[in-house]
């Protein structure tokens, strides 16, 4: 588990060994391993605890809390995965005489900063811990750091300045704005860069100003060019929900330990934020999607067999929607997916991105619905929704949808006509659901970024009655909208070809 590079191989790992070995086996390995300073160990010792039975793993991590015998990072690694992973709270009475914790919390801290410059997700886990661990701990560990050369403190603070609460994040940014004035001023200002994409707005703006203030005194950022960083981006969903993947291929030469290849992926949705990220670092040419030309495909296999295609984009298309995502998810939440956390500096390092005219006016008043009334014909718009529907980068809004379940009474086999007339009385009651107005909003941001999915890959006519599709939206009830009328159809189809089938 020590060695493992992200929190699905972490979590992964725990689970083979919860089901290898019996539970009083893993547990007894659990309490020996107590010790250990290593923050990426304490995070794999957590998940098998979560995995065990809570009445024979709680007893045992609360005796080891409170027996003074132990050394004070058992103690204190015992409470953490009791609270953390168990979801059991451990009474200040039996902490309350570790006052010298904070040699041991400095030598834990040095550990994962040393096995950090090698697997940096080590230091991901530390923060982590760290966030659940309180704001006293935070501001402990940056007065830690101060102990560690400069250029050993800015990577932990970089994450720290990610947190979700808003004055450990300050304190974090203050201290790389003197680190920044340091032997470390490089590295500072890189950090404060990213950080100033990437965190939100009011924090940004802190980022922002500092690194103002550090011009002013001659210290610049300048971003270089993001040679080697590629973009893939999968269709929309009928949600506007899109795999974006950023590749950054190793240098000639690289493998093992040595390779340079990362990859940051993400699900984001331009209206509703990030929903999800993982990434990975010293991965081979191999590893990674073989490389295209903007607007060729790429065949992603998946684990259930079924494969995806991903389209080449520009690499600036891809950061300009991530920031997009990121306006939306600052207006609903405060908390960012972890792993986009670690791996943001792939893609927030570099100048603020650009796209082409055309590309972004697909996104133009996106949310302006005192445009003018659309001017096509039920008939043009009914041709536009079947011939798009037709692309095969629409084969995801086909697929089975809740919206064709409304009515659970219906048959369990229908004529062609009485799906139809079935599929009217969906469309009919949408008129009067309370989600109406969410569903309009979500296939226009899938519309749109079908549109500009298809443009880039040079489907342009495609693009267009995407695009036309999305525009009328606001001007269509339920009932008379075509693309609607059309994906109701076809999850019955579907679902009537299963019942056959069955």
Same mark, same amino acid.
């Given at each position: 588990?020590?060695?493992?590079?992200?929190?699905?191989?972490?979590? %992964?790992?725990?689970?083979?060994i919860?089901?290898?070995?019996?539970s009083?086996l893993?547990?007894?390995?659990i309490?020996k391993?107590?010790?250990?300073?290593?923050?990426? *160990?304490?995070g794999?010792l957590?998940?098998? &605890?979560?995995?065990l039975?809570?009445?024979?793993?709680?007893?045992?991590?609360?005796?080891?809390?409170?027996?003074r015998?132990?050394?004070?990072?058992?103690?204190?690694?015992?409470?953490?995965?009791?609270?953390?992973?168990?979801?059991?709270p451990?009474?200040?009475? *039996?902490?309350s005489?570790?006052?010298?914790?904070?040699?041991?919390?400095?030598?834990?801290?040095?550990?994962?900063v040393?096995?950090g410059?090698?697997?940096r997700?080590?230091?991901?886990?530390?923060?982590?811990?760290?966030?659940? !661990?309180?704001?006293?701990?935070?501001?402990?560990?940056?007065?830690?750091?101060?102990?560690? #050369?400069?250029?050993?403190r800015?990577?932990l603070?970089?994450?720290?300045?990610?947190?979700?609460?808003?004055?450990? %994040?300050?304190?974090?940014?203050?201290?790389?704005?003197?680190?920044?004035?340091?032997?470390?001023?490089p590295? !500072?200002?890189? !950090?404060? /860069?990213?950080?100033?994409?990437?965190?939100?707005?009011?924090l940004?703006?802190?980022?922002?100003?500092?690194?103002? +203030? *550090?011009?002013?005194?001659?210290?610049?950022?300048? #971003?270089p060019?993001? /040679?080697?960083?590629?973009?893939?981006?999968?269709?929309?969903?009928?949600?506007?929900?899109?795999s974006?993947?950023?590749?950054?291929?190793p240098?000639?030469?690289?493998?093992?330990?040595?390779?340079g290849?990362?990859?940051?992926?993400?699900?984001?949705?331009?209206?509703?934020?990030l929903?999800? &990220?993982?990434?990975?670092?010293?991965?081979?040419?191999?590893?990674l999607?073989?490389?295209?030309?903007?607007?060729?495909?790429?065949?992603? #296999? !998946?684990?259930?067999?079924?494969?995806?295609?991903?389209?080449?984009?520009?690499v600036?298309?891809g950061r300009?929607?991530?920031?997009? &995502?990121?306006?939306?998810?600052?207006?609903?939440?405060?908390?960012?997916?972890?792993?986009?956390?670690?791996?943001?500096?792939?893609?927030a390092?570099?100048? &603020?991105?650009?796209?082409?005219?055309?590309?972004?006016?697909?996104?133009?008043?996106?949310?302006?619905?005192?445009?003018?009334?659309?001017?096509?014909?039920?008939? $043009?718009?009914?041709?536009?929704?079947?011939?798009?529907?037709?692309h095969?980068?629409?084969?995801?809004?086909?697929?089975?949808?809740?919206?064709?379940?409304?009515?659970?009474?219906?048959?369990?086999?229908?004529?062609?006509?009485?799906?139809?007339?079935?599929?009217?009385?969906?469309?009919?009651?949408?008129?009067? /659901? #309370?989600? +109406?107005?969410l569903?309009?909003?979500?296939?226009?941001?899938?519309?749109?970024s079908?549109?500009?999915?298809?443009?880039?890959? $040079?489907?342009?006519?495609?693009?267009?009655?995407?695009?036309?599709?999305?525009?009328?939206?606001? /001007?269509?009830?339920?009932?008379?909208?075509?693309?609607?009328?059309?994906?109701?159809?076809?999850?019955?189809?579907?679902?009537?070809?299963?019942?056959?089938?069955?």
């Amino acid at each position: 588990m020590a060695e493992t590079e992200t929190e699905e191989e972490l979590q %992964a790992a725990a689970q083979a060994i919860a089901e290898s070995y019996s539970s009083d086996l893993i547990l007894g390995e659990i309490v020996k391993r107590l010790d250990t300073p290593n923050s990426q *160990l304490r995070g794999g010792l957590g998940h098998l &605890a979560a995995l065990l039975p809570p009445e024979e793993v709680v007893p045992v991590l609360r005796s080891a809390v409170g027996d003074r015998r132990n050394g004070a990072q058992e103690r204190i690694t015992a409470a953490l995965l009791l609270e953390r992973f168990v979801g059991e709270p451990v009474p200040a009475a *039996l902490l309350s005489d570790l006052s010298q914790s904070n040699e041991v919390a400095f030598q834990s801290l040095r550990e994962a900063v040393g096995d950090g410059k090698f697997n940096r997700h080590i230091l991901l886990e530390y923060a982590v811990q760290m966030r659940q !661990a309180g704001g006293d701990i935070a501001y402990l560990v940056m007065d830690l750091l101060d102990r560690l #050369p400069e250029s050993d403190r800015v990577e932990l603070l970089r994450l720290v300045a990610l947190d979700d609460r808003q004055a450990v %994040a300050a304190a974090a940014l203050d201290r790389l704005e003197r680190l920044a004035q340091g032997e470390a001023g490089p590295q !500072a200002l890189a !950090a404060l /860069h990213t950080l100033h994409f990437v965190l939100p707005p009011a924090l940004a703006s802190v980022a922002e100003r500092s690194l103002r +203030k *550090l011009r002013f005194s001659g210290l610049r950022y300048e #971003p270089p060019e993001p /040679h080697g960083i590629r973009c893939l981006i999968s269709p929309a969903d009928m949600g506007g929900f899109q795999s974006i993947w950023f590749v950054r291929m190793p240098s000639a030469g690289g493998a093992g330990q040595n390779a340079g290849g990362a990859l940051l992926g993400l699900i984001a949705n331009g209206r509703t934020g990030l929903a999800h &990220a993982f990434g990975r670092e010293r991965m081979a040419a191999e590893e990674l999607p073989p490389l295209r030309a903007a607007g060729e495909t790429v065949d992603i #296999p !998946a684990r259930d067999g079924h494969g995806a295609a991903m389209l080449e984009v520009p690499v600036d298309f891809g950061r300009w929607r991530v920031q997009a &995502a990121l306006a939306a998810h600052w207006r609903t939440s405060s908390e960012l997916p972890d792993e986009f956390r670690l791996y943001c500096d792939l893609i927030a390092r570099y100048a &603020a991105p650009e796209v082409s005219p055309e590309l972004a006016a697909i996104f133009a008043g996106e949310l302006d619905e005192d445009v003018a009334p659309q001017t096509q014909s039920a008939h $043009d718009l009914q041709t536009d929704a079947a011939s798009l529907l037709s692309h095969p980068a629409m084969a995801g809004w086909l697929r089975p949808h809740g919206l064709f379940t409304l009515r659970q009474e219906r048959p369990p086999r229908m004529s062609a006509a009485a799906r139809a007339a079935l599929a009217r009385t969906i469309l009919a009651e949408l008129e009067e /659901h #309370p989600e +109406k107005e969410l569903l309009r909003q979500a296939m226009a941001e899938g519309l749109r970024s079908q549109a500009a999915w298809l443009l880039i890959a $040079d489907s342009r006519e495609q693009s267009d009655r995407a695009l036309r599709l999305a525009r009328a939206l606001p /001007h269509l009830p339920p009932s008379g909208n075509p693309l609607l009328a059309l994906i109701v159809e076809a999850g019955l189809n579907t679902s009537q070809a299963s019942d056959d089938a069955g």
